[in-house]
């Protein structure tokens, strides 16, 4: 069964860093897509970052970044972890929400980015930032 649980949330000061994980059950190359995605209280989810999966990094997939998240955020896959993570940097008060690792087994997800509907959810991790 396939499961993803989030850890690494907490709180820090306007202008510090955290990594969050995500600890992936299953076969990780058999992923299409795997991201980030996030949600502030009283604000719809949001595609933070997303990355096309082992195989297709491999022959040059691509991972995208929302306008938020670029040049801050960076998403990676721990390989001998089997994790899915995201370092962030110069967060912000904005930057508050639960955060969700997401992943999806349909190649279609590659054509759709951020912008497509996955499979598989984990429960959230707090990130809030305080000024």
């Known amino acids: 069964q396939v499961q993803l649980v989030e850890s690494g949330g907490g709180s820090v000061q306007a202008g510090g860093s955290l990594r969050l994980s995500c600890a992936i059950s299953?076969?990780?190359?058999?992923?299409?897509?795997m991201a980030w995605f996030r949600q502030a209280p009283g604000k719809e989810r949001e595609g933070v970052a997303q990355l096309e999966g082992v195989a297709q990094l491999e022959s040059g997939g691509r991972i995208t970044y929302a306008d938020s998240a670029k040049g801050r955020f960076t998403i990676s896959v721990d390989y001998a972890k089997n994790t899915l993570d995201l370092q962030m940097n110069s967060l912000q008060p904005e930057d508050t929400g639960m955060y969700y690792c997401?992943?999806?087994?349909?190649?279609?997800?590659?054509?759709?980015?951020?912008?497509?509907?996955?499979?598989?959810w984990g429960q959230g991790a707090q990130v809030t930032i305080y000024s």
């Open positions: 997401t992943a999806s087994q349909n190649s279609a997800c590659t054509a759709y980015g951020l912008n497509w509907r996955f499979e598989f």
């Open positions: 299953g076969v990780t190359d058999s992923w299409y897509c």
